[in-house]
Every structure is written in C-alpha cells, then in structure tokens.
C-alpha cells in the first residue's frame, strides 16, 4: 500500500513554501512511499560528507546540485558522473556548488546529491501529465534520443491497470529493443510496467500533482530504477466540469432523442424563415407525435395550435427546438424550466462561436438551474428517423437504418446527410452538436449504447471537452457497438508550453490517438473515411476469426489488394493443402491457388460462383475479399447477381461472414457495385483500397471490443 | 582522383583465391584508395608487436580478429573495446586468437588488427547492395538500434553526386539527431556526404562489388570515420538487360504508338472472337489509317480486303496486332521482321504468366533478331486517342485529352478505362504492359516525353525489369511531364537474403520509394489515388509558390482542410496584415481572417464570389484551397457558378493558379462539383482529403522538377 501521509506532507510543505516543484530529497520521498525504486544516495552539505556517503555508496557515484531554484540541473554545471574516488568525490563537491553559483547567484543551495552510478541496459522515460480535457495521464518511452529527437512515446489515462501499463510496452515503435538488441539481455518488463503503474497511482491519488518526469529510468534485465525525478504541482486546478449522474443522463436523453411531443420556439409561417423550416421538416417528415408551434402572436401555424409560451401548453414537452435569436435564448430557457421540459434545441447562432462568451456561459447556467439539458447552440438540428423526427431546418431525411451520427461542425454535418442520401446510408440519428456548451459525445453515446435502433456510432469530433469522461463512456460503449471517430485538429494542434518533458511530448495529437485506442474507438483518418467506416461497419457481420482470403479473377487485382491488406493489419489466411485443392479443382492450371487465389480472367461465372461457394462455405475462412475482373465472359452484372445469390444463399444457412469487394472494368462495374451494396454486400468500383479498409475497421473493432 | 589500381589488385587476389569477401587489411586498401577515412591501425601476428602497435597509437584501442573465415567477428569473441595498456594489448591478442579457435577451430587467422578506439559523436552507417532491377544502391541511416530497430534508413542510386549524398542526410527520420542533440556538437554533414559519394563511385567503378557495410562509421564534428568495413563480392553478376539506343527506342515508338497502318493477325469475321472485336474497334473508333485483316483463308473481313501474310501486304506497316494463339506467334514473328513492322503488339496469353518461360524467351529472341518490338504478350492492347486508335479487343475509348496511362495488369487497365470513362477524363493513350517481354514503362517514357499529345503520365507499376533505366529516363521526363507511379506489391517483397547489414535492409519497399523519389516521380499509394492524381494533375496549372490559402464558408471544414494540408506537406500562407485587412472587409466581423479566411456559413454569394476574386487576383497567394458549405441562402449550383464565373475571368486575364474546392452538403453537390470539373476546376463532394491531395501532388511533382 503507497504511503499517502508522507506524500502529503512532502507536498503541504511544498504548497506552504509557494513552491511548484519538489527538491530531490522530497521528490525520492515521493518515490519511496509508491514503491517507485530510486538509487540509494544521500545528499552532502559539505565536500568532507559527500567523501563519507560516496564512501558508503560504492564507487562510481553520480554527483548532482540541489536547490529548489535550479530546474536544469545540466545547464547549471550541475551535474557530474563517473566520480570513482573519495578524492574526486570531495572535489567535485566544490566543484558543483561553484558553478551553481556561477550560473545563479542568488539560488538556495541545499547541498549536493550522491547517487549510486547505476548501468542501465536501456534507458526509458515514465511520467505524467494533467490534459485540460483527459486529465491525468501517463507516459511511457525510450529515453535519450529516441523519445527526443524521434517522439517514441505513448500515453494513458491514469490510474492504469497492469494490463494497460504492459500494453505501453508495445505500443511504441522502438518495442523491440525492449527485448535486448545486438544479443543483449532484455529488460525486466514487469519492473517498467510496475512501476508505470505506480506513477499512474500517484497522480490519480494527488491531482495537485500536474507533471511527473522519472527520466532517465534505467532498466534492466531486474529492475527499473528512477534515476531522476522531477515533480510539478498546481494547486489551483481548474473545476471539474459539471455531469449529471448516468440514469439522469439517460432519462433526459431517451425524452430528448425519441420525444412524444416538442415545442418549436419562433415556429413562423413565413416562407424561408427557420422556424418555418423546422415546423415543414417535422410535419413533412412525418413525425407523429405532438407539435407546438410556440410565437407570441400567433394562433394557428400550419395547421397547429399555436401557444405563446411553453407554459400555455397543456400537455408535456420532451423538447423545445429554438428557433430565436441568441438574445432571447436565457428567458426562454426559463419557460422551459418551468414547463420541466428536459431537453432545448439550440438553432441559433451568436454564442461563443462568435465571441460571446459570457452569453453562452448565461445560457449554461440557466439551463443547469432549471434542469434543461441544452443541445447546441449553433447548429442545424438533429434528426432520429425511426420516429420520422426531423428537428431541424435541413431538408427531411427519411432513409432509416441502424448509424448514428453527430458532427460538431453545421459543414461536416451537412456532408453527412448528402453522402447518407447519395449513398443511401440507412441512419438511425445525425446530431449537431455546434459549440457542445452542454451535450456533448458522451451523452449522446449514452443514449445511443442503449438505442436498439443504433449498431455503429460515428462522430466528428474537433475537441472533447471533457475527453475524460468521454473515455469512460466510449471504452463501455465500444464493447458493444463500433464507435467511430474523425478527431478533426489532428495537425494544428502544435506544442502547449510545459515545464517538463512529458508535457512536451504530451502536447500534439498522439494523446488523442492513445486514448481513443484505449477507448476501443476506431479512428477515421479523414472525412470520406469517417462516412464510408459509419456505411461500412453496420452491413459487414463480426468476423469470426482471422483469416482473409482474398479471390480474385485478376492477379494484378490480387497484389493490389494484398497491400491493402498489409495497410490495415489484415491477415491473409495461409492456406492448408486440403483447401488449396479444393481450389484448384475449380481454376485453370495455370490459376494460382494460395492467397490469393486467382481464378485468372478467362474464366465463367460458374468458376466465380463455385469459388465463392466454397469460400462462404469453409469455417476455416473468416471474412472473403473479392477483387472482380469486367470481362465479355463474366460480365460485370453476371458476377453481381451470381455474387448476391452466393451470399445470400449462404446468409440463409446461417453463415454470415464478411465479405467486401472491389470491382475493377468499364463503368458498368458501378451498376454492379450499386446491386452488391443494395444486398448489403460492401462493393466498390476503381479501388482496391476502400473496401479493404472498411474491413479493417471492422477487425479493428472486434479486437478491441474482445471479439477476436 | 581513387586509386582504381589498388582496388583492382585487391579484388584480383581475392578472385584468384576464391573468395567472397575482403578481410580487414585489404578492406583498409580500398577504403584508402577511395579516401574513406578509417582509424589508424596496424596488424599483430604475436602479442608483444600487438603491444607495440598500441604503444604507437596510443590509448585506449580496439582490437579484432583477422580471419577471411570469420565474417561475424563479434560472435567468435573476436571484437574487444577499450584496451587501455601495453599488458592489456598483449593479453587481448592472445585472448581473440584463443576464443577465435575455440569458434572455429579451422578457420585461417590472419593476426589480430589494432585500431585507434575514436569517440564518436553519433554512429551511422553508410553502405552499398546490387538490387536486381536498379543496380548499385548507397544506403546511408543511423547507427546503433536506430537502424537495426527502427530501419530507418535511405537508398539513392550509385553513383551519386554531391547533392544526392547531402540529401540522404534529410531523409532519415531522424535526421535532427545529426545536428547534435542534448546541447552536444553535431555532426560533419559536408564529410559524411563525401563519404557517400565516395562509397557510391567505388561501387559503381567496381561491378564485381555486390554489397558493402561501412558500420559503424563515426560521426564527429570535424570527420567521418568507417570503423569497420565488410566488402562482398559477386564475381558472375547476370548479364545486363539489352537495351536499343534512345533514337532506336524513339524512332519505333513513335511508329508503334501513332502507326499510320495496322495489321490484324488473325482478323476474324465471328462474332466474339478477339479477332473480331480489335477489326470492330479500329474501324468504329475511327481510325483513319491502313487497316489490314490478315488471314489465311479469308479474302475480305468488315469490308477490307484480307490478306494471308504481312508480306503480301502492298504497303508500309507500322504494327502488327495479334489475335492468334501463342504457339503461332514466334512464326509469324519473323514474318513481321521480313516486312519490317516496327512493333507487334501481342494480345495472347500463355506466355510467363502460366509458367510457359521458355517460349516467352523464344519469342523475345525471335523479335530481337527480327527488330520488330513487342508490346506485351498477355495484355488488352493500347489506345491513342489523337489517332483514334483503339487497338484493343475491349471496348472503345475517344475522350481525347492529355493523360497517358498504362498498365501492367489487364485488371488495372480495365479499372483505368472505366474510371476515365466515368470521370470524362481526356486521355492520350491507355496501354496494357502485361509480361513485359520486351516494351516496357522507360520505352514509353521515352515516346510520351516528346508527345504534344501528352502532358502526364500515370503508371501502373508491378516490378521494374529494369529499373535503372526506368531512374534515368523517369528523372529526365519527369522535369518536363509529371510522372505519378502506383507500385504494387509494396507490402509483399518480404526481405531478401543478404550477408550483408545494408543488403537486409535493401530487401522491402524502401528502395522503390527511395528511387522513385530520386526519379522526381510521384508516386501514388492507392489505385484511386493513381486515378485522381492522373485526372487531377493534368487540370491544375503549376503553381507559381509555396502560399497556400484556403477560404471556406464553414469552420469545420477549414480545420479539415488545415489537417490535410498538413498531411500532404503544403504551406498555409501566413496572412500578411494588409491582405487580412482586405478580406476583413468581406466577412462579417465574427469571421475569420488569416488562414483559414472563414467567411462563415450564413454569406451570400457575393461573399464567396469577392473573397475569391481577391484571392485569385493576389500575387501572393500561389494556390486556393476552398471548402464550400451547402446553406439556402447560397445553394450548390450558385456557389458553382459563381466560382467557375471567378476563375474563368482570372484566366481570360492570365491568371492561372491551382484552384481546388472541397464540397460538403447534401446531395445537391455533386452536381455543383460536376459542373467545376467541367471547367477544370477540381471539386469533390463529401471529401476534404481528395482535392488537397491532389494539390499535394502538383507540388511534390513542382518541387521535384526544380519549378519551385
């Protein structure tokens, strides 16, 4: 069990003093008290005690300067290593104090500190870091050059478990030399992820603690020892972000979501205006529940009874979209409040988008006073088709299925709804979240995890702000329904000023890439990607299994898809001898069997179908990728249909694996595409790639989510 | 000047006693003679001269064992570091000539080798291999597990020049560590640079030298030193492929590609038969030159008069098509040759791609000794376009235009014809390059180089037969043409067995990507990618600078935008005062200027129209990244206009830089983005990847022509 008091005087001492970091005597008490291994040392006040204790270490020792007013100990002339004698050992003493001096002459030197001189097998860097959205996080990487210069370095979020801590081992690029290189002995890696373990303990347990650096960490084949610590705090940190309880979260999402009646605030009968839109979009959608156009001096709107305020209405209200400018938002929210209405819709813009930040922090607090969640403001709505609720001044969308989808910018979402139509993506919901000043991913993932309308979420995300219980939400959700993420940002985000290393490092998007990993998130890389992942992962079923065959009926495709492969962690079945002929039984001699197999391009449909055939119908392969070839003799609708029929034949035996395909010939190959992904069969024309990373994603998702 | 006499006695001796290696004595001559510098050494036959020797040195040293039958010396305890006395020199002799016998108790030992012990700044390591395709490679990475772990490390054709050598020092990963890291000195860039030059024309000089380690070499401020050298050699390398001269390859090109008369061996009357449909393409596609059935039996097939043999035609013929089975081709090769037709292009398969080697090699010989080229065997044929030529039994192709694609995939081609077909891409010519036999991707370098009809060329790419003449023609066509390469099989090499460091790591797609880079091709990662930059890269002019400006009507796609920017190496132009000030007056006050400018989303068209007007019309911004939101207030088809109207007026005033437009919105778009790419202006619907990829394309292909 760590030692809780002692770090809490060490650090009430510290905050006493107005200091923000530790000296070296209290950072090792620091370490001690969470079994954080240091080298043994003492520290000398005078060249006669660092003979002694230098005497009592062992020769060589390492020598460094302390004082509270001297960070960069190095750049100080403070530090020396290698000292092998009592004589060097007092020399050097003066030596140290000397320089510091030199380099600052009004530092509070506390003496010098005398360490074991340790020979590490490798060097590692642990530490960690406070994130304004993620909080407390831990790092891990190779010390030197290699976290320096190449940036090998990965995080999670703290406390870590033992399985997360070992997983750091192997998440960096270097991982290897973790295992001994050039024949050397391997590093203790139980010791590293202990003692990462431990860090991450320490900053959970003290959030005053904002920056951790144990760097260098020498490991070797027993240990993992803390050469040098640096401790930074920050005793005035910033309030935790308000969040509802889950059952709260949920029960005022669920209302918000599937609503039996909405109030639409500013609802007009004036062609072009937004309150007209909205009012057109819910009744031509065909929304069946309740509608309350809301206007002061209205009676009748489209056909509705109209009301003056939420308050005259006689029944409940789920929802109140807003369709009024920003000014008359907060008074409103009141109405709401009153009318206990648990959700608000805020169309309009003019918030913090814009500048006006004060305005939208009125409208938070507000909402919060009186118990309205706020969805927005500054965005176009929200749509949930299975209840034909079309919440927004959009055109109607009416093409049902099981995405979910939310973007936080009005662009991205537009771009949503036209590839969802053009692709005829069924979707179960697309949510603007505009500036997020209340609703935010994970009440939406809260909604949606329970949502037996939705199977995949897809989000485009520019920040979290509140990353952390994103995380929480997101690891929960990810096991049971894919969770996509386009984090938008990822290369403007540059280096935020810290103090130490760690926070460096910690300062560009490989936080976001390490936690939406933890997270079981599938990260979209771009926009088209994001789209086509959301389309991709619903249709395709979880593979059982790793192994990818790939069929094709040209070899040039087959090389193609194989790289593609490669790209996206996909494993080519290698195939047993059994099942090679049984191949070849249908193939020309000629044909290569393996994996790929290629039918060659002279072949029929009947050697398409019987290929296919045997594939769906072999437990040992577990997801099918077919590269088609436009022939005259396989026409590109020929293979379509015999592809659909194949599929679907085996769909009805109770085999369901994936299978995607990429289709290569003249135009025709779109028609086939088209008929293959109305059979809920991934198709593509003039790509390779595409259908293979959508597969990907998928496996992707089963591993993390434990499928696999 | 080398000393090539010295390295000939060197290698002569080894020849003479049948080795494949050097030892470290003769490895030191030949290092001399190229003035790669070495440390000071001598070599010890017993222990006291080994004392001697390091007497002379000074300490401490380095010893080895010298043994032709001990490559890896330091596996046979033959490498001690750090001997620091006369008694320790002579006890070590005595210790490696132990443990060296106790390794292999046979093996012929030489002495022991004495070396200078230098204290590096930073080790890397420069070396030579033989590729099968491109010949003599340098390699050059950094030392230690930087290389051995991480791989990182980069290849350039031998010889290089000054230049070449520098840049390899930029185009490792870590290259920042040769500028010292931690405070410390960085490294002798201008000596390194000379020692791969120097290394790069040893190889070349010496054929017979297959692979070369100079590993480590030791960085320091001041020098570049080869600590330990390991020269193999291959004294029975493969004949080099043939290859006609230029004017050759030209003049027989320039015949086959724009042929004035065309034979049709085999030319059929029946329906289905490849026979038939080449007759059908060349006549319905408009060919207006000769066309000549030949057939033995027939008189007239489509109403032209047949012939039994080329050699009873009465004229001149510039190709031979064939459409007869593969055992009758060598025959009616030599036909061909009698009538001296420049080209055959050989339509059959049954050649290497089912196994049948020999009589591929048959036919190759037989042309060879004929003169008549060949295009293929095992391919769809070829189109160009100027001449109406479609000489293919698929079907026609005639949106004429200024790409030049090719194929080395039947499969791929098909995709190349469907996509241009769908995208109305112009094309120049399509050719399929099949087995290669003969004509293959620098042959067609050689005629597109000069073709007005071509001013990019996309190629399809599977292996290089001849990779170095595909280097140095691609690196001279690619500073008039943009060349953009799809190599497949990226992924798939696996590594080749080498004795050597630098061989291993010679053996995956690092040397394709290096090469190509050299040649000034771009080079595509995906089949789409190969497409679009083909249709792309022919419609965007060249741009005239680095600046970069996007202008976008929604945040979100700005940040989209930004990060693929980024992702594709291009420079946001940093806004200068007087240019924010200028849009400023565009955009409402709660917009964006600087770079993104963001209009916002709720602009009219006169906003797009103006804002894009000054970006057009200002010298400093080089190239307009535009990211349009889908709103009511400017719907898609008005955006589109206006944006064409834009551009079409800068260029009737001379003014043609890069203009690319990202659309989102619904569905409407993609009409919009048709309508741009009707006026070659690019636009993609639902993507903000593809357009900036594209630009990316253009600028890599700018960079490397020198334009920028």
């Known amino acids: 069990m760590p030692n809780q008091d002692a770090v809490r005087a060490v650090l009430d001492q510290a905050r006493a003093d107005g200091r923000q970091s530790l000296n070296a005597d209290e950072a090792k008490i620091v370490c001690d008290a969470y079994d954080i291994a240091t080298p043994d040392e003492g520290i000398a006040t005078n060249a006669d005690l660092a003979g002694d204790i230098a005497d009592d270490l062992g020769y060589p020792v390492v020598m460094k300067i302390v004082s509270p007013d001297i960070l960069h100990k190095t750049d100080a002339g403070g530090v020396v290593v290698g000292v092998d004698s009592r004589e060097g050992a007092m020399a050097t003493f003066d030596q140290i104090i000397d320089s510091a001096k030199a380099y600052q002459a009004d530092a509070d030197i506390k003496g010098v500190q005398i360490q074991q001189q340790l020979e590490p097998t490798q060097e590692v860097i642990v530490g960690a870091v406070t994130d304004p959205s993620f909080g407390k996080l831990v790092a891990f990487g190779l010390g030197g050059i290699l976290v320096e210069v190449l940036r090998d370095v990965t995080f999670r979020l703290a406390p870590t478990d033992a399985d997360q801590a070992a997983s750091m081992l192997d998440d960096i690029k270097g991982a290897e030399i973790l295992d001994g290189v050039r024949g050397g002995a391997g590093v203790d890696r139980q010791a590293i992820s202990t003692l990462i373990e431990n860090v991450s303990r320490l900053v959970d347990d003290f959030p005053e ?300 998007d490989r936080v976001y890439d390490a936690v939406l990993k933890q997270s079981g998130v599938i990260r979209a890389q771009s926009l088209n990607d994001m789209l086509e992942f959301a389309r991709g992962l619903q249709v395709l079923p979880t593979p059982k299994g790793e192994n990818v065959l790939i069929l094709t009926g040209a070899g040039g495709s087959g090389v193609l898809l194989s790289d593609a492969c490669a790209d996206n962690d996909l494993s080519l079945m290698s195939m047993p001898d059994d099942l090679d002929a049984a191949f070849r039984e249908f193939i020309p001699p000629f044909g290569a069997a393996g994996n790929p197999v290629d039918i060659t391009g002279g072949e029929p449909p009947t050697t398409y179908e019987a290929t296919i055939n045997l594939a769906l119908n072999e437990d040992r392969i577990h997801s099918l990728v077919i590269g088609y070839w436009h022939t005259i003799i396989t026409p590109p609708m020929v293979f379509a249909e015999l592809c659909g029929r194949a599929v679907e034949e085996a769909r009805a035996k109770g085999i369901d694996k994936p299978v995607v395909c990429s289709l290569v010939g003249d135009v025709e190959i779109e028609q086939a595409c088209e008929y293959l992904m109305d059979r809920d069969i991934l198709a593509y024309p003039y790509t390779a790639e595409k259908p293979v990373a959508v597969l990907g994603a998928k496996y992707r998702w089963a591993r993390a989510a434990g499928l696999l």
């Open 209 to 508: 603690i904002s920056e951790l650096d144990l760097n260098p960490v020498f490991a070797t084949s027993d240990a993992a020892t803390a050469v040098d610590a640096r401790v930074l705090f920050d005793f005035d940190p910033p309030a935790p972000r308000f969040r509802p309880s889950h059952d709260d979260i949920l029960a005022a999402m669920t209302r918000i979501m599937q609503p039996d009646a909405v109030a639409v605030i500013g609802a007009s009968s004036g062609e072009g205006k937004i309150g007209n839109s909205v009012m057109k979009n819910l009744i031509d959608g065909g929304y069946a529940g309740e509608i309350y156009p809301i206007h002061p001096k209205e009676t009748e709107i489209l056909g509705r009874q109209c009301y003056a305020s939420v308050t005259d209405v006689p029944g409940n209200i789920d929802i109140a979209i807003f369709c009024i400018p920003a000014a008359f938002v907060a008074a409103t929210l009141k109405q709401c409040g009153e009318k206990k209405i648990p959700g608000a819709v805020l169309i309009p813009s003019g918030f913090a988008e814009v500048g006006e930040h004060e305005m939208q922090a009125e409208i938070v607090e507000v909402a919060h006073e009186n118990n309205v969640r706020l969805m927005g403001p500054n965005i176009y709505g929200f749509y949930y088709t299975h209840k034909n609720l079309c919440a927004t001044f959009c055109t109607p969308y009416d093409e049902k299925g099981k995405v979910a989808l939310s973007s936080q910018s009005g662009g991205v979402g537009m771009a949503i709804i036209g590839f969802s139509r053009s692709a005829k993506m069924g979707v179960s919901a697309i949510v603007g979240l505009g500036n997020k000043a209340d609703i935010d991913e994970d009440d939406l993932l809260t909604f949606f995890e329970q949502d037996p309308n939705t199977e995949v979420i897809a989000m485009h995300v520019e920040d979290l702000k509140d990353g952390r219980a994103f995380a929480d939400v997101a690891s929960r959700v990810s096991k049971k329904k894919p969770v996509v993420v386009l984090k938008a940002g990822r290369t403007s985000m540059g280096a935020r000023a810290a103090n130490s290393h760690t926070g460096a490092l910690a300062g560009d």
